[in-house]
């Protein structure tokens, strides 16, 4: 798979139904050369934000995919959905470019 960019974020809501600041999710566009198209993937908030560069090869933590099924007037319609722990770089030794664990010459990382 290959790393496109941030979709989106979801927020939390506060107890008056407005949305808070604290996000509970980010969902990330891949493109997955197995299904020939872009997939979307969630990983939880607690997780780094990805930003690597356009077409870089990532590989998922824990990948689960599932359905989520909605009934309606004609039958039931059917939703996938992919989630899982990270989005890391695909052999991290032959990528630049990951700029969550390679710091600048001369800083330290954080």
């Not at 974020?9 to 198209?37: A, F, H, M, P, W």
């Not at 560069?53 to 990948?63: D, H, K, T």
Request: overall charge negative; charged content about 30%; hydrophobic content about 35%.
């Amino acid at each position: 798979m290959k790393f496109s960019a941030l979709r989106h974020e979801v927020r939390l809501e506060n107890e008056d139904g407005t949305t808070s600041d604290e996000i509970k999710r980010r969902t990330y566009d891949l493109k997955c050369s197995v299904q020939e198209r872009m997939i979307q993937v969630t990983i939880p908030a607690d997780v780094s934000v990805k930003d690597y560069p356009y077409n870089v090869e990532v590989e998922l933590i824990n990948p689960v995919a599932d359905t989520v099924a909605n009934a309606n007037f004609r039958g039931t319609m059917v939703d996938w959905y992919i989630k899982a722990d990270d989005i890391v770089l695909k052999n991290k030794g032959d990528q630049a470019g990951n700029t969550q664990n390679h710091a600048p010459q001369g800083q330290p990382k954080k």
